[in-house]
């Protein structure tokens, strides 16, 4: 069985790293890349995912070598999870994200409080929650067996 996962990611590196992961692990996994706010949007609307990979802190349009991508929006992803459950209450949502510590607005979150946070609003939605360390393995373990749960 092919399921469909929708990854808003806007840094390269983590992209890479990541999307080449999927590849390798889950050959049953078709996803789609998206690098914003409103790239992740216009996945959301032009398809139907089963799954949602989506970073936690995202620019609010592409970024290109001439346009630095928009309002910068440190709970992107969270609004995106919200925008998807609210379309269609059913996404499995796995945040990831490679920054311990969040400020908007004069408030500020440790990466612990911000799970606590996330799982409350995604309710049965929530997969999850990993920090992303390119140099260590551990992301790797907590991702796949963040989508073993769902798609076995």
């Not at 949007?41 to 032009?46: H, L």
């Not at 910068?72 to 269609?88: C, D, P, S, V, Y």
């Not at 929530?126 to 992303?132: D, N, P």
Request: glycine share 8%; charged share 25%.
């Amino acid at each position: 069985m092919r399921h469909k996962l929708l990854f808003v990611e806007d840094n390269d590196y983590k992209r890479n790293k990541v999307s080449d992961h999927l590849s390798s692990n889950f050959p049953n996994l078709d996803f789609i890349e998206a690098r914003s706010y409103t790239s992740g949007v216009q996945a959301m609307d032009s398809h139907d995912f089963e799954i949602m990979l989506l970073d936690i802190s995202l620019p609010t349009f592409d970024k290109t070598p001439v346009e630095s991508g928009g309002r910068f929006r440190t709970f992107g992803g969270r609004e995106l999870a919200r925008r998807a459950i609210k379309m269609t209450g059913a996404s499995f949502i796995i945040f990831i994200t490679q920054y311990k510590s969040f400020s908007d607005r004069g408030n500020s979150y440790s990466f612990d409080d911000l799970v606590q946070q996330l799982e409350i609003d995604c309710g049965p939605s929530f997969g999850g929650a990993i920090f992303f360390d390119g140099s260590l393995s551990s992301w790797k373990d907590k991702l796949t067996s963040a989508i073993r749960k769902h798609v076995a």
